[in-house]
């Protein structure tokens, strides 16, 4: 297909594509290319037809779509709450602090809806070697939203967090409060900013898997690009659907 995925996700995904296109490119490519081939959009947030492909094809490219596109979602608003953590990292009130929570907990929320709809696949493709990646994640999440407030410190009038986990001087959500030694702590925007740089390697390791066995188990076929001049212009004057509804 001689076209540039980048370049097309750019200007023809939907809003959210549109806005983090080139976040997209620098770190999980194979999303673009994945869309690019096998779902592209017709102006009103539809997937393009995959000539010649079968209908249990197009159900399949359907549902594996919407996990895909909840994966970004998910993504980006780790990347937004990312930039929010850094910009407001000073506490200087209560209502910052506050802030600061409830972004880190929804950091970790979305971690959860990632790791789901990487479960999806796993489960559908068995393919265990898929989720195995981002296990800690799921672990950790757990940790935070499940269990006892995880203890924090005071530093420079800024929120710091013990490591998660079942290793010494971590925490768990078996402990309780006294039970934690003195140990490492991560600023939590510093924190959140190491565990999505590993993040993006692995989705972009799972997502080129993912574009090589949808297509060979499902029979995908390549989408069209091919538009005819009246209906190029309309395609690009139109108002794109967002959040992954179709507008027609």
């Not at 549902?63 to 979602?73: H, K, M, S």
């Not at 994640?137 to 005071?154: A, S």
């Not at 190029?232 to 139109?238: M, P, V």
């Not at 794109?240 to 507008?247: E, L, M, Q, V, Y």
């Amino acid at each position: 297909m001689n076209i540039d995925p980048f370049k097309k996700l750019k200007s023809d995904g939907d809003f959210l594509e549109q806005c983090v296109a080139d976040q997209v490119r620098e770190v999980i490519p194979s999303y673009a290319r994945i869309w690019a081939e096998y779902v592209g959009n017709d102006g009103n947030a539809n997937a393009l037809p995959m000539v010649g492909a079968s209908e249990a094809a197009e159900k399949s490219r359907t549902r594996c779509w919407q996990r895909l596109y909840t994966i970004l979602e998910s993504l980006s608003l780790c990347w937004d709450i990312e930039e929010e953590l850094h910009r407001l990292q000073e506490i200087k009130n209560f209502k910052i602090y506050a802030h600061n929570l409830n972004l880190w907990m929804a950091f970790y929320s979305n971690l959860g809806r990632i790791y789901d709809m990487l479960k999806g696949f796993e489960g559908e493709l068995n393919k265990p070697e898929l989720l195995k990646p981002f296990d800690e994640y799921w672990k950790e999440r757990h940790i935070v939203l499940h269990g006892p407030k995880v203890p924090m410190k005071w530093v420079y009038n800024t929120l710091a967090i013990p490591p998660l986990g079942e290793k010494p001087k971590h925490w768990n959500d078996k402990m309780v409060w006294s039970d934690l030694k003195e140990g490492d702590i991560e600023f939590i925007a510093d924190e959140v900013s190491k565990m999505l740089r590993e993040l993006e390697k692995r989705l972009e390791w799972c997502l080129a898997a993912l574009r090589k066995i949808l297509p060979e188990k499902y029979g995908w076929r390549p989408v069209s690009w091919d538009i005819d001049g009246e209906k190029e212009r309309t395609f690009r004057l139109e108002p794109r659907g967002t959040s992954g509804w179709p507008t027609n």
